[in-house]
Antibody, heavy 120, light 107 residues
Framework: EVQLVESGGGSVQPGGSLRLSCAAS????????MDWVRQAPGKGLEWVGR??????????EYAASVQGRFTISRDDSQNSLYLQMNSLKTEDTAVYFC???????????WGQGTLVTVSS | DIQMTQSPSSLSASVGDRVTITCRAS??????LAWYQQKPGEAPKSLIY???SLQTGAPPKFSGSGSGTEFTLTISSLQPEDFAIYYC?????????FGGGTKVEIK
């Protein structure tokens, strides 16, 4: 069974940093692109970014709203995905989901999410 | 960026009703479209990919159609467990974008 478990959320002041983790199990992690998607309280889904796999040199893509502040990385040996968030803003407050990118490029499995609150 | 527009933003329907949700893309995306269901307090679940292919494990009462700029998600016979928010998503080009969601409520 595919499982994705996020951790690392919490409260942080504007301008601060936070690192989220996503532990994957039940599939060959290294074979898949992985995404981060967020959802502000009471709002819709917003794609944050993607990391490709080793054969694609682990290249990344980001939403304009986080480009230059957030960094996605992965450790295939640990079956883990990461989201380093710097220079956090109040508008980054959201539940952050990690998601597996399926062969069709849709997001076929999602974690339960972790809440990040940016507030002074 | 490709804008995804869903309509309606909400609807009320009765158990047993056939429900159709529309998603329009601001430019052509071929069939690079997915649909997701999200219930309160839960993560989204994949229903449809490639505009019309049923995701493994998704009930066959869900079906998708369309290509280019106009797409639909149909629920053939609404059941209590189907009351949720539905999102479309394009993955034709970066950035990946989602529609604003359609909330399906009980009439």
């Amino acid at each position: 069974e595919v499982q994705l478990v996020e951790s690392g959320g919490g409260s942080v002041q504007p301008g601060g940093s936070l690192r989220l983790s996503c532990a994957a199990s039940g599939f060959t992690f290294s074979d898949h692109y992985m995404d981060w998607v967020r959802q502000a309280p009471g709002k819709g889904l917003e794609w944050v970014g993607r990391t490709r796999k080793k054969v694609n040199s682990y290249t990344t893509e980001y939403a304009a709203s986080v480009q230059g502040r957030f960094t996605i990385s992965r450790d295939d040996s640990q079956n883990s995905l990461y989201l380093q968030m710097n220079s956090l803003k109040t508008e980054d407050t959201a539940v952050y989901f990690c998601a597996r990118v399926g062969g069709s490029f849709c997001l076929d499995h999602w974690g339960q999410g972790t809440l990040v609150t940016v507030s002074s | 960026d490709i804008q995804m527009t869903q309509s309606p933003s909400s609807l009320s329907a009765s158990v047993g009703d056939r429900v159709t949700i529309t998603c329009r893309a601001s430019q052509g995306i071929g069939k690079s479209l997915a649909w997701y269901q999200q219930k309160p307090g839960e993560a989204p679940k994949s229903l449809i990919y490639g505009a019309s292919s049923l995701q493994t494990g998704a009930p066959p009462k869900f079906s998708g159609s369309g290509s280019g700029t106009e797409f639909t998600l149909t629920i053939s016979s609404l059941q209590p467990e189907d009351f949720a928010i539905y999102y479309c998503q394009q993955y034709e080009s970066y950035p990946v974008t989602f529609g604003g969601g359609t909330k399906v409520e009980i009439k």
